[in-house]
């Protein structure tokens, strides 16, 4: 959705590097090409303006002119200053104290509602929450029987008194099922509620009074965050006529413009507290502000697919893996299939790949990448022996014809897979052991390796440091570390003096990564 947006911001940034300082040119052209990155994006004019203006004052201020690099200073402002926009910090749900938390559902129709209500209840569940679906959308035909399937899906009860289609009085049911959780002790009561075509007094006048008679701890309102600009002025008209505490994005899978997302807590006041980004009943998660500015900035988002994949990865599997690849086993296409079937419960690798950090420049690749090649791939696996996927060695000419065949693939296939299995075993063997990525060598091996890492280092430690003859050259190279006075034994300064803090903000790194570097 934001992929316009990361581009445009992307190559202004790019503009910026290596320049020692910015002049006020420089920082007009900045803040204007973000301004049209913006306005392209459907965000609304006066969070644009609020949002520039924020970036120009900053940039003009100390923090860049006196930062080491002013171009990653300025696009740790904009990150900053995005996340401020989205709503600063993660909004949690409010539970009540006692007897069942009430969270009542409100919207256009078309928005999601009816599908977002079964997506919180599931969610709700896997957080230890008893929640039950009250299905008071009596207008839509069939709104009930498809909240009524989609609880099944999440194996959560729905309360639904009333068929629906036009007939029954869905005040009364909002208020009976809130009794009903009561009487069966459920712990979350969800009401889907109606929505229309178009924001008018009717259904207005309906919330309001299944409000009145629920007193709802949260009310939520679920946005369409396809819409563009005219989601921001329904979310005023619902604030105006409803009331609402938080509010819901669906459809963040979607590839329009996504101005929405960036405009409606600024302008409404109200966080975005829940977002939901694909069709299936997992592809739903709290908001986070911080996160989502990071994906715009094509920073990734770390935490997100740490957090997936802790849900998804059987722990222990990944440790016989790891084990296997550091010397303690032998890895086999047995372990592939396994861990390849643990990451596609994280979903398509599309979406996994693009919350790495710098993926966008690898946009086109992903958007063309087949999922079926994974297909394929297992099911050329599936199709070998216990002993070949053991032993791939095993695999001549007339096994590479027949497991070709068994899978309904090319023998040239089965060869790829084969031959790409042994060099990536190769090379992961190899960063184990400390020896670095082969054929790259910036890149170093895992953390503990082995006898080779330790020569490297007894190596560069036995290399003099060397310091500047030139006096100011000698003292600028002592501030760049942050160190204390040099001596003759430590031309450098003292390690004790050095500020990791400083050292992680002039890296745009988190300030508790300086615990890392000390």
Not at 54 to 75: D, F, T, W, Y
Not at 139 to 159: I, W
Not at 509 to 517: A, C, G, H, R, V
Request: aromatic share 4%; charged share 25%.
């Amino acid at each position: 959705m934001f992929a316009t947006l990361s581009d445009r911001l992307a190559s202004t940034f790019k503009n910026l590097r290596g320049k020692g300082r910015l002049s006020e040119a420089d920082i007009d052209a900045t803040a204007r090409e973000i301004r049209i990155a913006l306005l392209e994006a459907d965000v609304a004019l006066p969070v644009v303006k609020e949002f520039v203006g924020a970036i120009k004052e900053r940039a003009r201020g100390e923090e860049v002119s006196g930062a080491l690099n002013p171009a990653q200073q300025i696009v740790k402002i904009v990150n900053e200053e995005l996340v401020a926009i989205l709503g600063g910090e993660t909004r949690r749900l409010r539970y009540a104290k006692t007897g069942p938390t009430v969270i009542m559902l409100a919207g256009l129709q078309g928005a999601g509602k009816t599908t977002l209500a079964a997506k919180l209840a599931l969610w709700l569940k896997e957080q230890g929450k008893t929640p039950m679906l009250v299905a008071c959308d009596l207008q839509r035909p069939n709104a009930v029987n498809q909240l009524q399937v989609n609880g099944e899906r999440v194996g959560v009860p729905v309360f639904a008194p009333e068929p629906g289609n036009g007939v029954g009085n869905p005040v009364e049911v909002a208020k009976q099922g809130v009794a009903e959780a009561k009487r069966t002790l459920h712990d979350v009561v969800i009401i889907d509620t109606a929505g229309r075509l178009g924001v008018d007094a009717e259904m207005m006048g309906q919330a309001r009074m299944i409000r009145t008679a629920t007193q709802p701890d949260e009310v939520l309102f679920v946005v369409d965050a396809m819409i563009g600009q005219d989601a921001v002025n329904t979310a005023l008209a619902f604030q105006e006529g409803v009331g609402y505490d938080g509010v819901v994005l669906t459809k963040l899978d979607g590839d329009a413009r996504g101005g929405a997302a960036l405009s409606i807590a600024s302008i409404t006041g109200k966080p975005v507290m829940f977002a939901s980004n694909g069709e299936k009943m997992t592809d739903f998660d709290l908001f986070h502000p911080d996160r989502m500015a990071s994906r715009i900035l094509d920073m990734g988002d770390m935490l997100t697919l740490i957090e997936q994949a802790e849900k998804a990865f059987d722990q222990e599997e990944a440790l016989k893996a790891a084990e296997k690849l550091t010397g303690g086993g032998d890895f086999t296409l047995t372990d592939f299939l396994s861990q390849m079937q643990q990451i596609r419960k994280l979903g398509s690798l599309s979406k996994i790949m693009g919350m790495l950090p710098g993926m966008g420049q690898f946009r086109e690749q992903l958007d063309n990448f087949d999922e079926r090649e994974i297909d394929k791939i297992q099911a050329i696996i599936q199709s070998m022996t216990p002993a070949e996927r053991e032993n791939p060695k095993l695999i001549d000419g007339s096994r590479r014809l027949r497991i070709s065949k068994g899978s309904g693939t090319q023998v040239s296939d089965v060869n790829t897979l084969v031959d790409r299995f042994f060099e990536a075993k190769k090379m992961m063997q190899q960063m184990a052991k400390g020896g670095g990525i082969p054929g790259m060598p910036g890149m170093g091996g895992l953390p503990g390796g082995g006898a080779k890492a330790a020569k490297q280092k007894k190596q560069q430690q036995g290399k003099k440091k060397r310091v500047s003859g030139n006096p100011a050259k000698a003292a600028q190279q002592r501030k760049e570390i942050g160190s204390k006075p040099a001596s003759a034994g430590n031309p450098f300064g003292s390690p004790e003096g050095i500020d990791y803090e400083s050292a992680a903000a002039n890296l745009d790194l988190p300030k508790d990564f300086s615990k890392f570097l000390k």
